[in-house]
Every structure is written in C-alpha cells, then in structure tokens.
C-alpha cells in the first residue's frame, strides 16, 4: 500500500500537480516504516514549491541528516527566503555551494537574498560568478544590472539590461 502512494507522488509531481503529489507523499509517510532521502527531498521541494515554507524546512534538515545534497540546501535557503529570513537563506545557499560550486542557481538565489538585505556588493558577487557559470542565461545579465541599479551605477545597469535583453532574443527564438 505505501508503494501505491509513493508511485502516486511521483506521477503526481511528474504531472506538476504539486498538490496531489503532497498527499500521497504525506500518506506514504505515514505507512512506510523506512522512509527514503528522495522522499523527504521531494516532499520538501514541494512544499517550498506551494509556500509552505516551515513544513519545507523541516523535511530538508530531516532529508540533509540522510545525505547533505547542494539542491536541498539551496530549496531550504528558497524556503527561508519566502519567510523574509535572509540572513539564514545565505547560510543554506552557500552549504549548497561548498557542496557544489558550478550551480547558478544557487549563486542566483544567494544573490537575491544579499539584494533583500541591501547588500549590493555581495548580491554583485554571486551575480556575477552566475553569470561567469553561464553567461547565456539573460537572468544572470539582468540580475547583475538590477543590482548594479540599485547600487546607482547606471551605466554597467544599462550595459548588463542590454545584454539581458540580447540573450533573452536569442533564447526565445
């Protein structure tokens, strides 16, 4: 019975259907007697996914006690993020670095968190090493330029809004 749920989930989060996929892995808590590390992972993930940002929390500190893993770190610093806790989303975003540094999508999220905070210079940082990661990502160029804005640097905003832009054209053609 637990597996029916758990083949559930999984078809459930497949689909997107976030909601449902959260049920059956709720139920296959609650009859399996072992629980896995992708289970905790992927209920967390969903969670974070539909603002339920303290049950997400708390799956991924029980899903890094199985294996410390850059991706539940990084959703447990989006987690925090969504709970206007920045200070702590910076700690869990570099955990997830010191794991795996080619991510940037955790540079971007750490990123992000130093921006909420009016740190510019460290947002810059992360930004930046996103975009030297992959410089054809038009997100990367355009969250250097948003924080270059914010730090009054106009010119390398406009420099970076126009390369955003470029790469966005190129991207959805």
Known sequence: ??????????????????????????????????????????????YQKTEQYEKAIALADTAIKYIADSNVYNNKGAALVGLGHYAE??????????????????????????????????????????????STDANNAYYIAMTYQNMGNVINAKYYLDKANKLATIQHK
């Not at 892995?25 to 992927?42: A, Q, S, V």
């Not at 909420?116 to 090493?129: D, H, I, R, T, V």
Request: charged content about 25%; some cysteine.
């Open 89 to 134: 989303a910076i700690v869990a975003f570099q955990k997830a670095l010191d794991i795996n540094s080619k991510d940037t999508m955790v540079y971007q999220n750490m990123g992000s968190a130093y921006g909420s905070l009016k740190q510019y210079p460290q947002a810059l940082e992360c930004f930046m090493k996103a975009y030297n990661l992959d």
């Open 1 to 46: 019975m637990d597996k029916d749920y758990l083949e559930l989930a999984l078809a459930y989060q497949y689909k997107g259907d976030s909601i449902d996929a959260i049920k059956n892995y709720e139920k296959t808590l609650l009859f399996i007697k072992k629980p896995t590390y992708d289970i905790y992972r992927n209920l967390a993930k969903l």
